[in-house]
């Protein structure tokens, strides 16, 4: 089975900007969760689509937002890109969305 | 989710047991004790879970104390490319805020030694 696929793997971008990653999920899982990796901050949860509709969100300003497609890809946007937006985006992917996460290899964002 | 506390750093040497400790004093009764592993740049690695009792898989151990307040990961025999960051994390599997939501602390950076 095909794991969860991310795309892309780099973007470099400015400040102002927006951007857009896309994340394939394994298939047959109907969960994706979005995660935010800097070195200050670590590994922070952002949001979790499940079957079209975002049903659980962690504490990120409106600039960031996602959606779910019907195959149960997704997408994370974020508008008007800060320097501190400079991370690893992953994402992960499972049946539900309470039980084991397969995670993606992340997009290494990079805001000059 | 419940806080857990694990030591920053650890190292162990090739073909011995690494025992990650993590302690998570305040977790309820409905929160499952999950452990991850991140190698360096790439995504976290679902490695073991369980509640109450001690699990094992072909990855590793979980020891669960009876009173739920602690836990070790143990790699049997580690090899160097063992060498990550363990995440211990304490999550709820009843719904509502826990639905994909992996809290994540700043975990244990082991270090395999040759």
């Known amino acids: 089975k095909a794991g969860v696929t991310q795309t892309p793997r780099y973007l470099i971008k400015t400040r102002g900007q927006q951007v857009t990653l896309s994340c394939s999920p394994i298939s047959g899982h109907r969960s994706v969760s979005w995660y935010q990796q800097t070195p200050g901050q670590g590994l922070q949860f952002l949001f979790e689509y499940f079957s079209e509709t975002q049903r659980n969100k962690g504490n990120f300003p409106g600039r960031f937002s996602g959606r779910q497609f019907s195959n149960s890809r997704s997408e994370m946007n974020v508008s008007t890109l800060e320097l501190g937006d400079s991370a690893l985006y992953l994402c992960?992917?499972?049946?539900w969305g309470d039980g084991e996460q397969f995670f993606g290899p992340g997009t290494r964002l990079t805001v000059l | 989710d419940a806080k857990t506390t694990q030591p920053p750093s650890m190292d162990c040497a090739e073909g011995r047991a690494a025992n990650l400790p993590c302690n998570h004093s305040t977790i309820s009764g409905n929160e499952y004790v999950y452990w991850y592993r991140q190698i360096h740049s790439q995504g976290p690695q679902y490695i073991i879970h369980g509640l109450k009792n001690n699990e094992t898989n072909e990855m590793a151990s979980l020891i669960i104390t009876e009173d739920r307040k602690s836990s070790t990961l143990i790699l049997p025999h580690a090899t160097l490319r063992d060498t990550a960051v363990y995440y211990c994390i304490a999550r709820s599997v009843v719904g509502g805020t826990s639905y994909g939501k992996l809290t994540f602390g700043q975990g244990t950076i082991l270090t395999v030694h040759p």
């Open positions: 992960a992917s499972s049946s």
